[in-house]
């Protein structure tokens, strides 16, 4: 495939190669077509387009150079191993692979079929679940999410008081052991509004304390019996862990502030509807918020209309760490759509840069992976796609992508069907 | 007739003398003609009563200073000055006290029994031939507390079902209920919407409720026409007896009035059309919420019954209270007590009711904030008593103090709406009931019991309110040392637990007087018992006290007392009285003096004579009781439509000439996108699109530089704004239903959507049947009434849906209901459609059917003859391919052509089918993956479609999404190359066609309605935003004066706050029980597409 290839009409040739593919492989009902990229083999140069390092100034007419999955060079002329495979790439701009740090892809596929739905265990107390476990590879909202430059997503499950643990995982690859980039990222915690849940909840932490105290205590005789639940919770207490808990009101937000000093937690907000509220507080105490819904409605009736638009330019303002997530409303279905979030925050006062910032390392600085994936910087994985224009504008086209410098397909099954019917109707012109 | 009642007088004034509350005096006429055979030996004591020296007010109009009134047999005899009264009179003094006519509640709701009758209507909803003088379940603690409240006449109404039933007039008195009714049939009772909580049986939603209504009233029509047919032709089938029906031939003639629910403003308004469309009498149940329409409302001419519950200040405890209560809320706690001298002013003609009120009480002091709030007095009393007593039909028997009226008279202990007055006595139908607690014998004190050898031993304090004593035994030194204890918190504060634990103790040592348990007053004596602890030498445990009260004539109040030992060993005390009450209990100090001056016994006895009464009209007393606006700085707040935030005083004007000066126009017609351009609008109508277009003289000018105008976004599935329920799912098939009974001008969602450009949006009926209910077009003219919000020129539709939804596949817990595959889908449509074309033959032809029963109209079907005939355009939820085949080639058979599928997911795959049947697609831009019929969902689905030559748009049916559609039509672009030009065709001019109102809306075009949006750059960007939106050339939003918007409404909600935390009492939790737009639905429940993801599926 050529690396310039767009998507705008498909050929005959596109056509030609899917039925190469759907010779090859089995068809498979529930699970995507399409081959994961091989590891990189030899240098590969970007050169001549727009680089949005993130973490510096753009760079106008630049090259970025990645060997063995890694970026190697950052910046205006290179000299380029012998070997190197060049994509010509003026006019194109180059990007950080989009980071969604909220969302339930990988485990759940329809949701209205239960027997799609992994992303819930029974009852309130789940700590010891582990997303990881049963993210599905194959799932077809992987390639869709992919297909936009969402190249690595935050899968986590929801659910109950506390959900489980979530994992990190790159939008290609075979199987979990390639794509997990980070298997234990948070532990996630629904905040309940009714007191007794959070009574059930403040127990729990406490009976992990006593567990970790418990376990750590090497007298003879005192042989704490094994919990898969508290042992879960150990890492969390050592603050190895991070929690990230949905909550959007003022006084909830202030109960989690309370909480997290009670247990002294690393805390992240998901929501954060009322965060600037309690800015003072979530600054003081580096509490970082994943917006989770730019686009919302207002909370209350006399709420400013927009009050969902300009959250995160009010969370810029209060010096609040935070980033963009789609995985709000609709699902994992929709997370191609993270880059728009981010569009409508800045039309409503957010800079561009910031923007994009807050769909790309902030997410990585949040979800400490920011030394991996989030900017275009040396050492860091080559996960990192070409489009051919502002990303944070609908029309533009993702042309390329790589994650950890493999070269990933941007088919779906929805280009497949595209494709499909689309030749359809050539037949008929004919 | 009055034994019964007359035993049980006897037997409670034998019993419990002592406490007046409860008791009624009744009225015995035994001297009267009684079908009644007698039993036993008769009771015939003498009837007559005088109320003596009042000030009698006769009406609103009269009052007389000091007169009497003479009452026999339940009636007023006599009134004047110098009456003389019949020997053996009972003659009450009234001095000082004021008589008004009691009040007349022209509304009061009682439960029914189940209507059995055999020759109902099909539908339970539906019950005319239900009488409330036959099915009343008479609750007598109601009555009771209407009568507390001063109520002695009402209309008592059925409260269930939407043609509820027929009400009757009851008096309030503690009697058979032969004896209260005086009118059976008064009313027929409707309300527009079914019972909450209902999601099965038909009617489930409002405009589901409104349609069975129409249907009843045609039904009852028919029934007429058909009883005369069969009855002029013997060969004709004879129609079923409806009891029913016939029921209704009152109400459909207009001689009976038909009291409709206006449980919102809204609501009132949707009743006046109802009564309009059937040409019936109506009186509007009103909501108290009348002021925030009141031109609408008076335009209606009709009467309303006003109910008088105006909310408590919200409460204000927390933080998140003061966030979260709304500035719509705030307004509506500071407006309510004005409406109904809003609506006075207005020259509405109203009846105040109790309706609402809980508490009686509470009736006098929502009167007074009414008034307070510029209601006149003499409207106030006239509006409970003559007026509502024509309202019934029984101003010859209630209503004023009148020779031959019912004795139906408050007595207050001042004028009616003066602060602190009180209703003393209300007397219905000459029975009587004293409100004021009373002692016959007040023995609250401090005793000193005195024993047999003449020695103090204990000490006895009794106080308490009059109808419920306390008392404490223990030895004098006790009482004191718990003086002092008393004292001691004050002067030296401790920890509240220190306090709590010595209060705990008090029972349990002899330091502290013990308490009497089970204190029982029959007006003669006292009993209780105490739990004897180290009280000197007496046995510990369970003790025995007994007192009784001596009170001779004219010596001061003695008591015998005695007490039985647990050992079995009694005590006699004699015992004086050292102080009438205890000095550390202010609080009986008040009851016990007023108590001991009203007793009769008291001033007999030759004791304190009541002091004389307050002269009335004394100034303090007669001032009506200072509102909370009065209290506290005043606060103005204008009301505005819809109220609250973002509510309009005045509709936005409309200048005579609109000129937007150097934009770049995006016409969405053949003149493509214009650099540098100008529109030039007149009257709403665009008359000029162009470069350079000359200058008009007086012409508002925008200068339009580096902005860009689209024709105003049009959303061609939506679900807002809409209070009647999205479904109607209690039938397969609804095609009588219709959205637009129930355009809700009030949806808050309105507004945020112009915000994002939105000028025309269809709302639809929902998913839940194969055929739904008719969609209705609006503008979004925000702070208009829903009448004004439909777009007039917008032809009629109806909704149809297809698979998943209507099988009712994803239904918890399974479904049984035909259909249940996408066969039956098919079959079910074609079988109504063939329903139609019978019934249009029927009516076109009835000479072809000489031998049946007349025609009956039938909403359902003639909507669908309707949709045969091409006069009502088909919006069909549609996504597998399968189906849309299905439903072309269905509607083809019939020589219909579809107004638009819509969702059309798997449009892609038939679009050259589509094509060549005319269809148009309304399709989401990229939703997917919600459920298995939408797993070939696609993005290039748009852009398939129109490279296929079908008419396309990109919808929202969401109220989020609909704020940036702008948004949705760039995905055209991103999913198959769309030309930008075409691509905002799809959230403008294409849903225009779909929706056939191109002619007047969808681009900017010459002739068109000026529907324009301004944004700051290309609509097709993402990092546009909404600058201003135009509907009919008036500016519906500004975002630069958003700001001033905002800052004005927060300061006034903040004001309000302010006045509300500050007032004293009960404050209202949540008034959303109250409001019925909040009940029903704004999304299709049927669509699972997401709507709160995270939240509705896990729960």
Known sequence: MNATMSYRRPTRVCALFLSLIAACVPAISLGHDFIPGAPQDRPIAIVGATLHTVSGNDLLDATLLFEAGRITHVGPGATLPSDTEVIQATDKHVYPGLIEANTDLGLVEINSIRATIDSREAGSLNPNVQAVVAFNPDSELIPVGRANGILTALSAPTGGLISGRSALMQLDGWSRDDMTLKSEVAMHVRWPSDADDIQQLTEFFEQARRYEAAIADQQVGNAQPRDLRLESMVPVLEQKTPVIVAVDELDAIRSVIAFKRRFGLRLIIAGGTDACRCAVQLKSESIPVVVTAVYSNPSRRHSPYDEAYTLPKRLHEAGIVFCISAGGRFGASAIRNLPYNAATASAYGLSEREALRAITLSPAEILGVSDRIGSLQVGMDATVFIADGDILETPTQVVEAFIQGRRVDLRSRHTQLYEKYSEKYQRASK | MNRFFFRIAVLVACTTCCVASTLTIAWVQAEEPDTVPDVGVRFQPPTSVLLKAAHIVVSADKELATASLLLQHGKIMAIGNELVPPGGVEVIDCQGKYLYPAFVDPLVEFDVKPNESPTGYWNSNVTPERRMAESLHVDKAKLKSLRKAGVGMVLAAPNSGIIKGQSCVLSTADAPLNELLHRSDVFQHIRLYPNRGNSERYPTSPMGAVALARQVLLDADWYQRAQQAAAANARLPRPDSSAALQALEPVIRARQTVVIDGTNELYALRGDRFAREFLLKLIIRGSGREYRQLDALAAT???????????????MNTEVDMLDTTLQTLMHWRLAPENPARLEQAGVDFVLTTDG????????????????????????????????????????????????????????????????????ETWVQGGRDRWKAELTIDPRGQWKLINASDSVELQLEISGEPDELSAKIGLPTAFATAQGAKVAPADNPKTSTESASSQNKEDATSEKPIKVKELANNGLQLTGTFDAQKLGSKPNGRAWLSIVLLQDEGKPLAVDASVLWSDGSPTRFHATRVSPLSKDSPKADQPAESGARKSSEDEQAGSERPPAPKPPGSDNKNKPEASVADALPSVPCAINYPLGAYGRTAPPEQPDVLLIKNATVWTCDQAGILEHADILVRCGVIEQVGQNLEPVKDAQVIDGSGMHVSPGIIDCHSHMATDGGVNESGQTITAEVRIGDFIDSNDITIYRQLAGGVTTSNILHGSANPIGGQNQVIKLRWGSLDEDLKMREAPAGIKFALGENVKQSNHAGGSSRYPQSRMGVEQLMRDRFEAARDYREHWQHPERRANSLPPRRDLELEALVEVLEGRRWIHCHSYRQDEILMMLRLLEDYGVTIGSLQHILEGYKVADAMAAHGATGSSFSDWWAYKIEVLDAIPYNGAVMHRAGVVVSFNSDDAELARHLNHEAAKAIKYGGVEPSEALKFVTLNPAKQLRIDNWVGSITVGKQADLVIWNRSPLSTLSVCMQTWIDGRKYFDREQEQIRQQQDE?????????????????????????????????DEFCHHGHGHDDDREE
Not at chain 2, 301 to 315: L, M, N, S, W, Y
Not at chain 2, 389 to 410: R, S
Not at chain 2, 415 to 420: I, N, Q, T, W
Not at chain 2, 1063 to 1080: T, V, Y
């Open chain 2, 301 to 315: 001419g009709r009467t309303f019954i006003i109910p008088i519950d105006f909310p408590d200040a919200p409460k």
């Open chain 2, 357 to 424: 009120i809980t508490k009686p009480a509470e009736l006098l002091s929502k009167l007074r904030s009414a008034i307070a709030a510029g209601l006149s007095e003499h409207k106030a009393l006239s509006a409970l008593t003559s007026e509502p007593a024509q309202l019934l039909g029984v101003e010859h028997l209630v209503g004023t103090l009148e020779v031959g009226k019912l004795a139906n008279i408050l007595v207050t202990d001042g004028p009616l709406f003066a602060k602190e007055t009180n209703i003393e």
């Open chain 2, 1051 to 1083: 300061q006034l909600r903040l004001k309000l706050i302010q006045l509300a935390a500050a007032q004293p009492g009960d404050k209202e939790e949540e008034a959303n029980d109250k409001d019925p737009s909040l009940w029903w639905a704004r999304y």
